[in-house]
């Protein structure tokens, strides 16, 4: 935007500046005038010396006074002198006129010396005004080149303020964007997650299984038994514990290739990459025994036992229409180890 606004008066200065230069040089073309007169009056005086020299006249000497009064002449008539300076026209009839007297002896050489004095004065008159005018056109010139400067200098701060004011402008609305973008990505991340347990959520299971679409996966879901009965006796805040505790055993006994989920209340899910069956029961086996290892106490438990779990664990190949079969087929492996007693796991062959 603020390039633009550049190019534009660029293009602007520049169509502005160059008329300015084209009146410079035609004012200069002028300063020709006043040399013309210069020279045609440098003729004049050479005729006027020779005039009052020597005595008689040569026929030579004749031929070259009339040379350089014809030579001025020629450089006095000049249609710019005619228009403007009144005695232009009387000095080339008087010069004319004297080359033809002086060239048929009608006149002596002190006359026609003198009377060269009136062209001389007009010259001198020609020279005096184009010099008057070289001067005006140069202070013209001078006095619109310091304005254009002026201008110039003025448009370029302007473009330089507008520039850092969409700089700033740009910048912040890219910081804006990028908190914006930010936040959403957060709020993204925590709607995934579980605030509980800081896991994910049944949001990022199914978003994961899609990730890892196309691998071999183990699905294993996880439920505490008699969870009710543990919040009755302890307290909820002592249930909340355990659910923490229980996400943390996971992770610490299924290793860092396995990500964890609470799917919610007691029921954890865990996926893990897993390519043939039996892998799958290796599992569920460092499961059991994790849990016995940390020996959880669950002091209302109904068969007098720590805190215990019942498992269901399926596998299958990732795929976004294979997850929902998957996922079923899991859930009834795991309800057909609670109807069976509970503290146990079942690998379903179904996945
Ligand atoms: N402390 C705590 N308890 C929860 C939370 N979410 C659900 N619960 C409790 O978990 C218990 C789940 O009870 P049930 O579904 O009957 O499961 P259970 O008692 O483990 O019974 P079985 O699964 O049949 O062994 C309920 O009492 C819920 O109140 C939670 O975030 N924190």
């Not at 035609?26 to 005729?47: E, H, K, M, P, V």
């Not at 232009?88 to 004095?117: C, F, H, K």
């Not at 184009?130 to 200098?153: C, K, P, W, Y």
């Not at 740009?170 to 990028?178: K, M, N, T, V």
Request: net charge negative; hydrophobic share 40%; with cysteine.
């Amino acid at each position: 935007m603020s390039f633009m606004a550049l190019m534009v008066v660029i293009v602007y200065e520049a169509r502005w500046v160059y008329p300015e230069i084209q009146a410079y040089f035609s004012q200069t073309g002028n300063l020709t005038g006043q040399q013309l007169a210069t020279r045609s009056r440098g003729y004049l005086q050479g005729a006027q010396q020779q005039l009052l020299g020597e005595q008689p006249f040569e026929a030579d000497s004749i031929q070259t006074i009339r040379i350089n009064l014809d030579l001025a002449y020629g450089l006095l008539d000049v249609e710019v002198y005619r228009q403007n300076y009144s005695c232009t026209a009387p000095s080339l009839q008087t010069i004319n006129a004297l080359s033809d007297r002086i060239y048929r002896g009608t006149v002596t050489s002190v006359d026609a010396a003198s009377e060269l004095l009136e062209p001389i004065d007009c010259l001198t008159r020609i020279e005096m005004s184009q010099l008057d005018l070289r001067g005006m056109a140069i202070n013209a010139f001078s006095e619109s080149t310091r304005r254009h400067n002026q201008v110039v200098t003025y448009s370029s701060m302007v473009i330089f303020a507008l520039g850092l004011l969409f700089w700033v402008m740009h910048e912040r609305q890219l910081r804006r964007a990028e908190r914006a973008t930010e936040q959403t990505l957060a709020w993204m991340e925590r709607a995934m997650r579980d605030p509980l347990t800081g896991i994910g959520n049944r949001s990022a299971l199914q978003q994961e299984v899609m990730a890892k679409e196309g691998t071999s996966l183990a699905l294993i879901l996880v439920d505490i038994d008699f969870f009710k009965q543990y919040n009755d006796s302890m307290g909820h805040p002592e249930g909340d514990q355990l659910l923490r505790c229980l996400a943390s055993l996971l992770k610490d006994v299924l290793g860092e290739q396995a990500t964890l989920y609470r799917l919610g209340g007691d029921e954890f899910a865990a996926l893990l990459p897993c390519q043939n069956d039996s892998l799958l029961g290796d599992y569920c086996d460092r499961l059991t025994s994790g849990l016995r290892g940390a020996d959880l106490q669950h002091p209302a438990h109904p068969d007098n036992k720590g805190v215990t779990l019942s498992i269901g664990a399926v596998r299958f190949d990732a795929r976004e229409d294979a997850f929902p079969l998957a996922y079923s087929e899991a859930d009834k492996a795991l309800y057909r180890v609670k109807s069976a007693g509970r503290d146990g796991y079942e690998v379903s062959l179904k996945g």
